[in-house]
C-alpha cells in the first residue's frame, strides 16, 4: 500500500509541478515515447537475464507491494513452530521424522498456515532437522551449514533487485534514445513552421524526463524496497537457525524459543510474556 501511495505522490508532485508552471498536461502524454522506453527496457531485461531471475521480480514486486510478510504474528507461528518441533524432538526424535519428511501432512505444520506460505522456510527448517536426526551434527557444524545455506539464498533472492537497480540505471539512456529519435523526426520538419517544430522538440525532450523519472522515481525505490524484503526475509531465517543451534546444543524448548525470540527485529517481536503463555497452551484444545 505503501508503494502505491509512495508512486501516487511522485506523479502527483512532479505533474502538478509542470501544471502550476503553467505546462500543458497534453504534452506529456507521449504514448510512443512510452513505448520506446519501456519496451527496450524489457527487451534489454530479457536478454540479461535468466527466466527464474524474471520469475523472481515478478514475485519480489507482488510481495513488496503487499507489504512486509514477516509480522509480528508470523513471527509468533514460527516461534510456536520450533517449539512443538523441538519439544517432540527432545521427547521422541524418531516421532519427528514423519512431521519434517511431509510437513504438508503434517498436523503440526498445518496449525501455523503463515509459515507454511514460505516454501524456501520450510525446506530450509525440515532439511536442517533432517540432518539433526539422521547424522547430529555439533551444534557449531550445525551453525555453519545454516549459515552458508543462508548466504546461498540471499546471493540468489538478491539478484532480482540488483537486477531492477541496474535496469534503472539505463532507464535515463533509454530516455535519451528516444528523445534522439525525437531529433531526428525534428530535422526532418524544418520547413513545416515553429508550431510543428516546437511540438516535435517538447515530444522528443520528454522522451528524456521520462526515462529519468522512471529512473529517480519509481525503479530504484522499487529496487530499494525488494532489498529490504530479501533483508527481512534473512532476519526470519536467522530465528530458525538460532533455535535449532539451541536445540543441538540439548536445551530446553523454552529455552531454545528464547533464545530465538531475541533475534527478531524489536518492533516485531513478541514478548516474553506473550510467547509464554502461547507456548504453555499450544497443542491444547
Known sequence: ?????????VLLC??????????????????????????AAAGSLLISSPGAVVRAIVHQIAVSMKGSPYTKENYMELLMLLYELIRMGKANALALEPQIENPEGSDIFKRY???????????????????????????????????????????EEELAPATVSRLGDAMPGLGIVAAVLGVV?????????????????????VGTLLGILISYGFMQPLAAKMEYVVTESGKYLRVIQVALVAFAKELSPKACVEIARRVIPPEVRPTFKEVDEKSSNVGKG
Open 1 to 9: 500500500m505503501l508503494m502505491i501511495v509512495g508512486a501516487i505522490i
Open 14 to 39: 512532479v505533474v502538478g509541478g509542470f501544471i502550476i508552471e503553467g505546462g500543458h498536461l497534453a504534452v506529456l502524454v507521449q504514448p510512443i515515447e512510452i513505448m520506446i522506453i519501456v519496451g
Open 113 to 155: 498456515p503463515l509459515v507454511m506460505n514460505d516454501h524456501h522456510v520450510i525446506a530450509f527448517l525440515c532439511d536442517t532437522l533432517k540432518v539433526q536426526i539422521s547424522s547430529p551434527m555439533s551444534p557449531y557444524d550445525l551453525d555453519d551449514l545454516m549459515a552458508q545455506d543462508i548466504a546461498a539464498m540471499h546471493q
Open 185 to 205: 523526426i525534428t530535422m526532418g520538419r524544418l520547413t513545416e513552421g515553429k508550431e510543428v517544430i516546437g511540438h516535435s522538440v517538447a515530444s522528443a525532450l
